[in-house]
């Protein structure tokens, strides 16, 4: 029987004894959709590199009674993310869920991009998703069951002046995206991603910070405004459970209708 028929139409969001590993969760949209899939019944786990901003993360999904947990590792770093994850499977449990969410942006003229700074973003916001999805992927197919929920960008479908890396970037998650679902749909997983507009997030300080730009971002938005944080929990619930289990290689945009109108 599908889901839809063996659920009440709620059960079916509710992530209760689902684990979610999610990178670059130390602050901003990470931080955000850690507590919110947390709050539909996940335990998670926070990625990133930095130990002290993790455990300080977990002390406070813990404190508000919430299951959390950390795997400190470098997305960049192929044989550190596929080992991190391979040791927690093997030694604490099945990761069902993976939201792909660490990513750099660094602005700059493209004329004038330096190739080092191409380079790593790249290797951050396209590298990192392919790690970590392939880590995780090789588990999820053996059980033949996995979400993954790759984080892209309006980007993933225009463009704007001085971001032309990181729109190439997100471009390529987008298509990525299709290809785990082209590739793995076969053993259950589900490979989508969440498109977010304009949100007020560290990312984007400078912007949100910039009376000019959030006044063309006003007039461009049909919803008129940024994005707030806590709009995009309710994507990824959808995405990370079985309310989703017949979508698949989907980018679902969540910006305030900028992507539909001219």
Same mark, same amino acid.
């Given at each position: ?5 063996? !659920?009440? %139409? ?9 684990? *979610?590993?999610?990178?670059?969760? *130390?602050? =901003? ?6 507590? =919110? ?50 040791? $927690? ?11 792909? +969410? ?5 602005? =700059? ?15 951050? +916001? ?23 929920? +790759?984080?892209? %960008? ?6 704007? !002046?001085?971001?032309?890396? $990181?729109?190439?970037?997100? =471009? ?22 969440? *498109? ?7 990312? +984007?300080?400078?912007? #949100?910070?910039?009376? *000019? ?19 995009? #929990? ?18 679902? $945009? ?9």
């Amino acid at each position: 029987m599908s889901p839809s028929r063996e !659920k009440p %139409s709620l059960a079916l969001f509710d992530l209760t004894g689902k684990t *979610a590993l999610i990178t670059g969760a *130390a602050g =901003g949209i990470g931080a955000v959709l850690a507590r =919110g899939l947390a709050g539909a019944g996940a335990r998670i786990v926070l990625n990133g590199r930095r130990r002290e901003k993790l455990e300080a993360l977990a002390g406070e999904l813990e404190n508000d009674g919430f299951a959390a947990g950390i795997l400190v590792f470098d997305v960049t770093d192929h044989e550190a993310t596929r080992s991190a994850i391979d040791a $927690y499977e093997a030694e604490t449990g099945p990761i069902d869920i993976l939201v792909n +969410n660490a990513g750099i942006q660094i602005r =700059g003229p493209l004329e004038d991009y330096d190739p080092a700074d191409f380079e790593r973003i790249m290797a951050t +916001n396209v590298t990192g998703v392919f790690n970590a999805a392939q880590a995780c992927a090789r588990h999820m197919i053996d059980r033949r069951a996995g979400k993954i929920v +790759n984080i892209a %960008s309006v980007q993933t479908a225009l463009a704007r !002046k001085g971001i032309a890396p $990181y729109t190439a970037t997100k =471009g390529a998650v987008g298509n990525l995206t299709k290809g785990m679902a082209t590739d793995w749909a076969q053993y259950g997983i589900q490979a989508n991603a969440i *498109a977010p507009g304009y949100f007020d997030t560290p990312l +984007n300080k400078a912007l #949100v910070e910039d009376d *000019a730009f959030s006044a063309w971002l006003a007039a461009r938005t049909p919803a008129g405004r940024w994005g707030r944080l806590e709009e995009l #929990v309710g994507a990824a619930v959808f995405l990370a459970s079985d309310a989703s289990s017949f979508v698949n290689g989907h980018v679902l $945009y969540v910006d305030g209708a900028m992507t539909v109108s001219l």
